[in-house]
């Protein structure tokens, strides 16, 4: 579907590119000629939906497209990364059959599967007491649903193909960047089960590697969230402007299925 100026989905330009411009090909050579065809179009979102429509990169996951059990067959499946930058087309005869599938622990992985059954999809599953079990759960899970945290977030992607999920840096991995509506940068730092001062000091070390490096004149914020935030850390960001403190709670619900329960 095209949007109101009538021009493709996203993704359909970057394919748009890659059959212009030939395969092998670059990151950077797509974002360009999306860029040249179509003046507008947001940089993040160019280097996002490659990494949707990239079936061996493991981000791919934490975009809604990819959210379940299956092969990778689409009509978005069709680009394979070759090296840091480096995209061509995906051949499943050359490259092998990539598809999405679940660990034993329910979480979401990208490899090769063969020709993986469809599924539901599954969030990763809390540990009882109301917490994740691990750290990358509950990174994994505020990843896919950024709109918890604030509507129009969305996962920032650099030009090289390096998703917003624990991005590297020089002075460390932010866990989550994030972009908002204002295209501005949101930097999330997870702790799975109390948020500890020391993190105050963390989110401050990523604000200002990203203001410095990634940014461009954007402004940058930041966000810890902690299954429980602790005085500690609320006296720390209280001297600090540009960082807000949330706390996460697991539910469960339960209800009854069956034909005598309707369901």
Request: glycine share 12%; with cysteine; aromatic share 6%.
């Amino acid at each position: 579907m095209a949007d109101s100026a009538g021009r493709p989905p996203v993704w359909q330009m970057v394919k748009q590119a890659v059959d212009e411009l030939g395969s092998p090909t670059t990151n950077v050579a797509v974002r360009d000629w999306v860029l040249g065809e179509y003046p507008g179009t947001n940089r993040t979102t160019i280097a996002c939906q490659i990494i949707v429509c990239t079936v061996n990169h493991d981000s791919r996951i934490h975009y809604p497209q990819n959210q379940k059990v299956r092969a990778a067959d689409g009509p978005m499946d069709f680009l394979f990364r070759s090296g840091h930058g480096q995209l061509e087309l995906y051949d499943s005869g050359r490259h092998g059959a990539w598809g999405i599938a679940e660990t034993e622990d329910g979480r979401l992985t990208v490899g090769l599967v063969g020709e993986p059954g469809g599924g539901e999809e599954r969030p990763p599953r809390p540990e009882p007491g109301g917490t994740f079990a691990m750290e990358a759960h509950l990174r994994d899970y505020v990843a896919a649903n950024l709109a918890r945290i604030e509507d129009g977030l969305d996962l920032y992607a650099d030009e090289n193909g390096n998703s917003g999920v624990e991005y590297g840096t020089p002075v460390g991995r932010i866990d989550i960047l994030a972009t908002d509506h204002n295209g501005d940068f949101v930097v999330v730092e997870l702790k799975v089960s109390r948020g500890a001062d020391a993190a105050c000091g963390q989110i401050l070390r990523y604000k200002g590697w990203v203001r410095q490096h990634v940014a461009d004149g954007k402004k940058v914020r930041g966000i810890i969230i902690a299954n429980r935030i602790t005085d500690r850390i609320k006296y720390a960001v209280g001297e600090v402007e540009g960082v807000e403190l949330m706390e996460y709670a697991l539910d469960v619900t339960l209800k009854r299925v069956g034909p005598d329960a309707g369901g």
